[in-house]
């Protein structure tokens, strides 16, 4: 069994260093062949296309134009006037400006949110290079065990069958024929197991992956000692693992500095035009709204709760680095699970 995990390991790590490997380029090619149709890689590279869509979503922010129109008439009980019916409107723009730190952040929220799915579908390959090479591994057992019993009953039927000659020239007697092909006869049984065990095993790895066409036995996985020694040597900075923590602990970490942002609200800014008294009377204005009230109260609330997240993934970081293990899953529709959002007080 160890044998075969540092087969899995070897054939796993073989496609960091592929140009220097041209020997196991044909293991290596079915292997990259294979892992493309697993739906776990489907699913990860899926996701690329959404991560895509968010980080646009979040680096043009929340906010746009506004452009408000009225009209009206004003009617006036006034004798002196020399009219008592005015036609008067209004029009203006307005947008909510983001504060220069937020739309910093707000930009490296973006830029995490896509290397996070890139993580993601390097991790899902690395996964499965992982378990297609177990399964690899395996087969290759089963067929040496296969080819190596198959010989070695070959070999007792041969001494067998010259035993019996012997004992029909007198020679030798038949209790030694009859216990050398009775020998014989285990030996062939345990070719047969071994044959079932090498096609079980060559069935699983089919049916893992039913699209592609293996050969008939499995190739070896030649590697040099030079080869080995690089990869048992590779930092953990390489592991998929390692980055998808790293960059989780980045996201939380920039998502509790823009909640402590947030506690100061976005101004608004606008321009008014306005024609009154038929004309008589116009005014161009320019307007600058600050929002208080109850959401500042959700602002407050938002900062704390950040930083339990932050200190949560700053935890899976660390574990997924002394054990190579992923942190849980992190995010949906882009928000952490089991946030509050000061728009929707509900639990997503």
């Keep these: 069994m160890k044998l075969s995990l540092f087969a899995a390991s ?3 790590a073989a ?3 592929l140009p220097a490997l041209g020997q196991s380029a044909s293991v290596v090619d079915i292997m990259e062949q294979s892992i493309r149709t697993s739906p776990s890689v489907f ?3 899926a996701d690329l296309d959404r991560a895509s869509a968010t980080a646009s979503r979040i680096a043009s922010g929340p906010y746009e134009f506004e452009v408000n129109a009225s009209g009206g008439q004003r009617r006036m009980d006034n004798p002196l006037a020399s009219e008592s019916r005015y036609t008067e409107w209004a029009a203006g723009v307005s947008r909510t400006i983001r504060l220069p730190g937020k739309k910093r952040i707000d930009q490296d929220l973006a ?7 890139g993580s993601t579908l390097d991790q899902a390959l690395h996964l499965e290079r992982r378990e297609f090479a177990m399964l690899w591994s395996e087969w ?3 067929d040496l065990l296969r080819e190596t019993s198959s010989v070695q009953a070959e070999e007792a039927l041969r001494i067998a069958e010259l035993e019996q000659v012997a004992v029909d020239k007198g020679a030798e007697r038949q209790i030694r024929a009859d216990q050398l092909a009775a020998a014989a006869a285990l030996l062939q049984l345990q070719a047969d197991q071994d044959r079932s065990a090498a096609e079980v095993a060559r069935a699983a790895l089919t049916s893992r992956y039913p699209d ?13 000692d030079s080869a ?13 693992a390692w980055r998808n923590s790293q960059l989780v602990a980045e996201q939380a970490r920039l998502q509790a500095q823009r909640a402590r942002l947030e506690k100061t609200p976005d101004p608004t800014l606008g321009l008014e035009f306005t024609n009154e008294f038929g004309g008589a009377e116009t005014s161009i204005m320019a307007r600058v709204t600050i929002p208080i009230g109850g959401s500042t109260r959700c602002r407050s609330a938002t900062g704390p709760r950040r930083a339990g997240f932050l200190s949560g993934d700053r935890v899976r970081a660390a574990i997924a680095e002394r054990f190579y293990v992923l942190a849980p899953e992190g995010t949906r529709n882009g928000q952490r699970v089991g946030e509050y959002s000061c728009e929707d007080p509900k639990r997503l």
């Design 111 to 117: 830029r995490i949110e896509t290397d996070l799915a």
């Design 212 to 224: 592609i066409a293996f050969p008939a036995r499995p190739i070896p996985l030649e590697l040099g």
């Design 15 to 17: 496609t960091i260093a």
């Design 228 to 240: 080995i020694a690089g990869l048992l040597d590779a930092s953990i900075e390489r592991m998929p």
């Design 10 to 12: 070897l054939l796993t």
């Design 43 to 45: 699913t990860a590279e």
């Design 140 to 142: 290759r057992s089963a």
